[in-house]
C-alpha cells in the first residue's frame, strides 16, 4: 500500500497535473521524476542526516523530497510555481518542511549562513540551471556540499578538463572553488514528460584553499574571459599582452608563447592571472616577521618586535577594523583565508590589520581597505568608536573606521578567501545563533559599533 509520502508514479502525476490544471512548462523546464528507484539513489548522495539543514531546488512532485523529509533538521524546498508550492506545502508541511514559493534565480542566500553549512539539492531546470548554481554556489557560499541533475552538455562542461571540447570558461570559474564529479548519466525514461536530451548528476564539494596557489578571484575571472574571448587564438592575442612581458611570463609560468586557452589547467590560469595583474595583496611579506610596535596599558609605545612574537608574549599592541557600508546601509564582511594564522575562515570586518611603526591609526586604515579589498572609499573613513585592549580584542588598542563603499570590491585569497554584505540586524542576529562564525575582534567591535550607531 502506498502511503503519503510516497513520490507519484507516471499515472498518478498526470491524474495529479488534472487535478491542478497545469501542463508541464517547458520555459519552467518542468520535468518531473517519477521514477522510486533513481530519486532515491539522487537523495541518498546528499548523505543527509538529522544535524543537516537541506535546501532543495526546484522539487516539482516532491521526487526527491519524499527521501528527505522527517530525515533533517530543516528542509527548504524552493518552487517558482505557485501550484506546485502550494501542493508541496499540504503534502510535506505537516512533516516540518518549509516551502517557498520563489524563483531560486532571485533568492537571497544570506540569511543561511546562520543556519551553519547547508546541504544543496535540486533537479535544476535546463533554462535556468546555470544562473541557480550561481546564486547559491558562488563564493562566499552557505553550501557545504551539492547533489544536482541538469543537461548533461552542461555538467560536461562543468567537469571538463583541458584539451577538450566542454573545456571553458565556466569549466574553469566553477572549478575554482569546487571539486566537481560526474556520478551518473540518466537518460530520459524516468521523466515525465521526457525530456529530449540526457541528464547528469553531479556532486559538488568545497576546492581546499591549499588546492591552488594564492590568487584574485576578480583578476582569474577577467583574465579565463579575456583568454577564451577568440578560443582558436593563441593567448597573447587575447590578452593584448606585449611581446616582450608575454615572453617574461612565459618564461615564469612555463607557458609556451604559443599557447592557446583550451591548453591550460587550472593551477596554470591562476598563476597567469597573478602575473597579469597583481592584487595589492600579491606581493605582500609573510605577515608574522613584520614589525610592529608593543604598547602599554596607555597606548604608548614601548618598542617593536616581529608580530609573531608580540602574540606568542601576549604584549598590548594597535589595530584598526574598517567598516565598508554600501548605499543601503549594509555592512561588507570577509572572510579570513585559511592562510591566516590566526581566525583561519571565520568572519571578519570589512578590513582590519595592524598599525605599522610610525603609523596612524587612520593610515592604517586607509591602506588596509586598499590592500585587503581593493577600494578606496567614498568620501572620508569617520572613526567611529575607540576600544581599549582586552583578551576580546586579541590584546589590542582598536580604532573602528566607518566609510560608504565606492566601486567593485576585489580581494586575494591570501588575505581573504571571500566577502558579502549583510544588514546589520542579520549580522547581530546570527553572531547571536554562532558566535564561533566570526573573530573575536570582529564580534567586539561590532558590537561596540552598533552601540554608537543605536
Not at 543556519?115 to 531546470?125: A, Q, R
Not at 588546492?211 to 577577467?222: D, G, H, N
Amino acid at each position: 500500500m502506498r502511503g503519503k509520502n510516497d513520490i507519484l508514479n507516471e499515472s498518478e502525476l498526470k491524474t495529479q497535473l488534472k487535478v491542478l490544471d497545469l501542463q508541464p512548462s517547458r520555459k519552467l523546464g518542468q520535468s518531473f521524476l517519477v521514477d522510486e528507484n533513481t530519486s532515491r539513489w539522487i537523495a541518498a548522495q546528499l548523505e543527509a542526516g538529522p544535524d543537516d539543514t537541506v535546501i532543495e531546488v526546484g522539487p516539482g512532485f516532491g521526487a526527491l523530497t519524499a527521501h528527505l523529509a522527517g530525515k533533517v533538521k530543516r528542509l527548504i524546498l524552493i518552487e517558482k510555481d505557485g501550484r506546485l508550492a502550494k501542493f508541496l506545502g499540504e503534502k510535506y508541511g505537516p512533516l516540518g518542511v518549509e516551502v517557498i514559493h520563489a524563483d531560486a534565480t532571485e533568492f537571497d542566500v544570506r540569511p543561511l549562513f546562520k543556519e551553519g553549512p547547508v546541504k544543496f539539492i535540486g533537479n535544476l531546470p535546463y533554462s535556468a540551471g546555470s544562473e541557480i548554481m550561481r546564486v547559491f554556489l558562488d563564493a562566499p557560499s552557505p553550501i557545504s556540499k551539492a547533489v544536482i541533475m541538469l543537461q548533461k552538455e552542461v555538467a560536461d562542461r562543468l567537469c571538463a578538463q583541458p584539451r577538450t571540447k566542454a573545456y571553458g570558461m565556466i569549466s574553469l570559474v566553477m572549478q575554482l572553488r569546487w571539486d566537481i564529479a560526474a556520478i551518473k548519466t540518466v537518460g530520459p525514461q524516468p521523466f515525465f514528460p521526457r525530456p529530449e536530451v540526457d541528464s547528469t548528476i553531479i556532486k559538488l564539494t568545497p576546492r581546499s584553499e591549499s588546492a591552488l596557489p594564492r590568487f584574485s578571484p576578480e583578476v582569474f575571472v577577467q583574465t579565463v574571459k579575456q583568454g577564451f574571448s577568440r578560443r582558436r587564438k593563441q593567448l597573447h592575442n587575447n590578452l593584448t599582452v606585449e611581446r616582450e612581458r608575454w615572453n617574461e611570463i612565459c618564461s615564469e609560468t612555463g607557458l609556451k608563447e604559443s599557447a592557446r586557452a583550451e591548453e591550460l589547467d587550472l593551477e596554470t590560469w591562476v598563476n597567469l592571472s597573478n602575473a597579469l595583474e597583481p592584487h595589492p595583496c600579491h606581493s605582500l611579506p609573510p605577515s608574522a616577521e613584520e614589525e610592529l610596535d608593543y604598547v602599554n596599558e596607555n597606548d604608548e609605545v614601548l618598542g617593536q618586535m616581529a608580530r609573531k612574537s608580540i602574540h606568542q608574549e601576549k604584549k598590548l599592541h594597535r589595530a584598526v577594523h574598517v567598516f565598508l557600508l554600501n548605499k543601503s546601509g549594509e555592512l561588507y564582511l570577509q572572510m579570513r583565508s585559511a592562510f591566516k594564522d590566526s581566525h583561519p575562515e571565520k568572519w571578519d570586518s570589512s578590513a582590519s590589520g595592524h598599525v605599522d611603526p610610525g603609523e596612524t591609526y587612520l593610515e592604517c586604515a586607509m591602506r588596509e581597505a586598499w590592500e585587503e579589498v581593493w577600494v578606496r572609499p567614498k568620501g572620508e573613513f569617520k572613526p567611529v568608536v575607540r576600544i581599549p585592549a582586552s583578551e576580546a580584542t586579541d590584546l589590542e588598542f582598536i580604532e573602528v573606521f566607518e566609510a560608504e563603499v565606492s566601486g567593485k570590491i576585489r580581494v586575494h585569497t591570501s588575505e581573504i578567501h571571500s566577502g558579502r554584505f549583510f544588514n546589520p540586524d542579520e549580522i547581530a542576529d546570527w553572531i547571536e545563533r554562532r558566535p564561533g562564525d566570526f573573530a573575536t575582534g570582529f564580534v567586539t567591535c561590532f558590537k561596540e559599533w552598533r552601540k554608537v550607531r543605536e
